[in-house]
């Protein structure tokens, strides 16, 4: 099991940035997939960014169309922690944004563990 920690949301203008952080204590870091999803009110919880394990393929990433060129998700595995940098942000990107970890080193079927969640909301 592995148990994350996610930081780093708030109130924020449109057109602004925010960086979340997501550290992860259990099970080895390193060999885990990793992602960040968000749930806006009423709607479905969907992935907004995934990474794989380093020693999979470094630094392959996915994103869904709706945040591609504005989010970056990174890992530092020294820290056992994963990063999601959001730049230009949109008032439909207000959501409670969710740390996932997987127990595969690249992304396969749902996440094993989640974290709490931080709310991010964008002021138009």
């Known amino acids: 099991q592995v148990q994350l920690v996610e930081s780093g949301g708030g109130l924020v203008e449109a057109g602004g940035s925010l960086r979340l952080s997501c550290v992860a204590s259990g099970r080895t870091f390193s060999s885990s997939a990793m992602a960040w999803f968000r749930q806006a009110p009423g709607k479905e919880r969907e992935v907004v960014a995934t990474i794989t394990a380093r020693t999979w393929a470094v630094g392959s990433t996915a994103y869904p169309d709706s945040v591609k060129g504005r989010f970056t998700i990174s890992r530092d595995n020294a820290k056992n922690t994963v990063y999601l940098q959001m730049n230009s942000l949109k008032p439909e990107d207000t959501a409670v944004y969710y740390c996932?970890?997987?127990?595969?080193?690249?992304?396969?079927?749902?996440?094993?563990?989640w974290g709490q969640g931080t709310q991010v909301t964008v002021s138009s």
């Open positions: 996932a970890a997987f127990r595969t080193r690249v992304v396969d079927g749902s996440p094993s563990d």
